[in-house]
């Protein structure tokens, strides 16, 4: 809703804020630069692996930085990215991993989900792959599609559901065009995010295939639910996923065929994965924790 810090500035001074909370380091932070009011930042990914190649982003998130009372790090890798563009910051960058909880529905249903994607639920075995993103280039939803379709030809059992907001309006018409001319891969409705849980729970697997990540919440959503996930092989989901442990990497879209077959016919390997990945996330991306680190930081804000 706001483009500048002057529009920031007018809000907290008619509504009275104490302080402000900015996920984002450049998206978020840019308009809260000279704010009067205390913030703290929260580094959402593409800031730290991404807009930092650019000179006056890089220059305005280092001001930004210098201006908030703490920022947040999902990891530790992405902590000492920051703190080696920015020394003077390190003391203030805290490392909290995101805190998970799903909430699948009790009603949704599965068969209406499937129909309204124009996929046949009377063909027996299904295996559907769910490709969950907000539509835009980092996240890279189409660089499955070709060979997904291949595979499709070949088992029609196979399906990719791609589903997610439409974040960049010219993208997703990109898209929407490729994934008409792609037997097996479909464009699906957005649906509540219960719903949606409860839709990752009836998938074969769910998959990533983002050129930069942050930490996918996708990801460690699928993990508590009990479903396997396949990544593509990039800094942000490889602190999150141990390969063949609690989760499988790709590096090329062969290799992700050749790494899902594997799932499908070893359903041994499936059950071991899916367990590890579970205690992983109870353990270390646990809400109560990262409730409780926020609640610290808050007060660092007075």
Same mark, same amino acid.
């Given at each position: 809703m706001y483009e500048s810090p002057s529009e920031i500035a007018n809000l907290t001074t008619t509504d009275k804020?104490?302080?402000?909370?900015?996920?984002?380091?450049?998206?978020?932070?840019?308009?809260?630069? $000279? %704010?009067?009011?205390? !913030?703290?930042? =929260?580094? *959402?990914?593409?800031? #730290?692996?991404?807009?930092?190649?650019?000179?006056?982003?890089?220059?305005?998130?280092?001001?930004?930085?210098?201006?908030?009372?703490?920022?947040?790090?999902?990891?530790?890798?992405?902590?000492?990215?920051?703190?080696?563009?920015?020394?003077?910051?390190?003391?203030?960058?805290?490392?909290q991993t995101q805190g998970i909880k799903t909430t699948p529905s009790e009603t949704f249903d599965w068969y209406r989900f499937l129909q309204n994607a124009d996929i046949r639920?009377?063909? $027996? %075995?299904?295996?559907? !792959?769910?490709? =969950?993103? *907000?539509?835009?280039? #980092?996240?890279?939803?189409?660089?499955?599609?070709?060979?997904?379709?291949?595979?499709?030809?070949?088992?029609?059992?196979?399906?990719?559901?791609?589903?997610?907001?439409?974040?960049?309006?010219?993208?997703?018409?990109?898209?929407?065009e490729k994934v008409k001319s792609a037997p097996g891969v479909h464009l699906l409705q957005e649906v509540p995010q219960d719903d949606l849980h409860a839709a990752m729970k009836r998938c074969f697997a769910v998959v990533n295939s983002s050129i930069s990540e942050g930490m996918s919440a996708a990801i460690l959503e699928a993990m508590d639910l009990d479903i396997p996930v396949l990544a593509r092989n990039i800094p942000g989901n490889a602190a999150i996923i141990k390969h063949k442990e609690t989760g499988l990497l790709f590096s090329n879209p062969q290799e992700f065929v050749v790494l899902s077959k594997s799932l499908m016919n070893d359903p041994i390997m499936k059950r071991e994965i899916v367990t590890r990945a579970r205690d992983y996330v109870k353990k270390h991306h646990s809400w109560e924790s990262e409730r409780k680190t926020y609640q610290k930081l808050v007060l660092r804000l007075q």
């Open positions: 804020f104490d302080a402000a909370l900015a996920i984002h380091l450049y998206k978020g932070g840019r308009l809260l630069q $000279g %704010s009067r009011i205390p !913030f703290g930042i =929260i580094f *959402g990914g593409t800031d #730290v692996n991404e807009d930092i190649k650019c000179e006056e982003k890089h220059r305005v998130m280092g001001a930004v930085l210098g201006e908030a009372r703490f920022a947040v790090a999902f990891t530790m890798k992405m902590k000492e990215l920051a703190a080696a563009e920015w020394p003077d910051a390190k003391t203030k960058i805290y490392v639920t009377d063909t $027996g %075995s299904l295996h559907m !792959f769910l490709l =969950i993103c *907000g539509l835009r280039r #980092v996240k890279d939803p189409l660089h499955l599609v070709d060979v997904f379709s291949d595979w499709h030809r070949k088992d029609p059992s196979v399906h990719l559901g791609i589903i997610g907001p439409a974040v960049d309006p010219l993208f997703t018409s990109e898209v929407k």
